[in-house]
């Protein structure tokens, strides 16, 4: 791939099946992770905006059908 490639977020479900509308954007508390068929990936090769996945130039073919998971976490501290 020569060229930037983006999946939409709408493209995606959440936990529970349903259609995703946009990313959550996370603070410096929260990280995200990519996995393409089942393999992490490295974080230089992607980035995440709020309406999608894009994908960086140089990088390989993803056939369709290829399940693709993108895991956001975000930590909170609860004082009491």
Not at 48 to 72: D, E, H, K, R, W
């Amino acid at each position: 791939m020569t060229e930037s490639a983006a999946i939409p977020a709408n493209q995606f479900t959440d936990d529970n099946g349903n259609p995703v509308v946009s990313f959550p954007v996370l603070d410096v508390n929260g990280y995200n992770d990519l996995y393409i068929n089942g393999m992490l990936q490295e974080g230089n090769t992607y980035s995440v905006g709020a309406t999608a996945l894009n994908f960086s130039p140089g990088g390989g073919v993803i056939y369709s059908g290829t399940p693709i998971i993108l895991q956001f976490l975000q930590f909170f501290a609860m004082v009491s």
